[in-house]
């Protein structure tokens, strides 16, 4: 059995159960993109050096991509 407390601004009676949960995976989803951007160098730009700066997005990108 899985019990999960939700704390939220949403008036009563504007959010069922269901439609708050969905929210609160597709924050995780993004939350989680993002812990991977960073692991993967992203965290890194922006540099001083104007080669690293035009290859070091497209190249996080794709390592988040491939991790996901």
Do not use: I, W, Y
Request: one cysteine or more; a positive charge; hydrophobic letters at 35%.
């Amino acid at each position: 059995m899985r019990h999960q407390v939700f704390l939220t601004d949403t008036p009563h009676g504007e959010g069922c159960l269901q439609r708050l949960e969905a929210c609160h995976q597709a924050h995780a989803r993004v939350e989680d993109r993002t812990r991977c951007g960073k692991a993967t160098g992203f965290v890194r730009f922006p540099s001083r050096r104007f080669a690293l700066n035009t290859a070091c997005p497209g190249l996080s990108l794709t390592a988040v991509d491939l991790v996901a």
